[in-house]
């Protein structure tokens, strides 16, 4: 019995370490050290809790569309869990919270922060690695993402959006144009795992797929192969 206990306790204990080895930044795949966010340009995220309060029966239950918020400010834990549930890393052969074919990993995530505490207002682009944030620009952009999402006046009143995009390309270059419905699927996969997630902390989301690609594209200052598919505007 005490061996059993034991054992127990130290199984338990291994688990955390791995999980902490995966969603610190400085970890990778296989043990391969990473290299660590010094310069200015990244922002490191709390370790996310993945021992909610909330089953996953209720969050379904309770998940509905949400388009108005409170003006009040997001933590940046909170921030942290909604990336992470988007794209986080779960397995030390690198593999994530969303499936995707292949285990090509054609997503990213770019977030658009307006009213986040500890975060400056900007626009940045999560690195799943790593799980933490890359400056890509210093100003609040939910105005101009607003009117590039055909004024739908809830991006806009979010402290903060989520737009998830693809390089269709990791995915085609090993099935073809069928890779095309893959990434679709697996858009789709992510942007429900940050919709429960919202719902677990208490945040109302909505998946929005009415924007002008081109502007959203220019907004968001992303790369010339890279498609937006979904914006997700998050709040209280």
Not at 71 to 92: C, I
Request: with cysteine.
């Amino acid at each position: 019995m005490i061996f059993r206990e034991v054992f127990r306790g130290c199984r338990a204990a291994v688990v955390m370490v791995v999980f902490l080895g995966l969603v610190m930044p400085g970890s990778a795949a296989g043990g391969e050290k990473m290299p660590e966010s010094k310069s200015t340009g990244a922002v490191r995220l709390p370790v996310p809790a993945i021992d909610g309060g909330m089953s996953l029966e209720k969050t379904l239950s309770a998940r509905r569309s949400v388009r108005s918020f409170k003006n009040e400010s997001l933590t940046l834990d909170e921030v942290s869990r909604l990336l992470w549930a988007a794209q986080g890393v779960t397995h030390l052969r690198g593999f994530r919270t969303a499936p995707s074919a292949g285990a090509l990993y054609p997503l990213e995530v770019v977030l658009a922060a307006g009213n986040v505490d500890g975060l400056a207002s900007g626009v940045y682009r999560y690195r799943p690695d790593h799980h933490d944030l890359l400056v890509i620009g210093r100003s609040d952009i939910r105005d101009e993402l607003h009117r590039a999402a055909l004024h739908q006046a809830f991006v806009r009143d979010a402290p903060a959006v989520l737009v998830i995009s693809a390089f269709f390309h990791r995915t085609t270059g090993k099935y073809g144009e069928r890779g095309i419905r893959y990434v679709h699927m697996e858009v789709g996969h992510a942007a429900q795992n940050v919709l429960l997630e919202a719902v677990s902390l208490n945040l109302g989301a909505v998946v929005v797929g009415a924007f002008d690609d081109a502007r959203v594209k220019r907004v968001l200052s992303l790369d010339a192969r890279e498609e937006p598919l979904v914006v997700i505007p998050l709040g209280r």
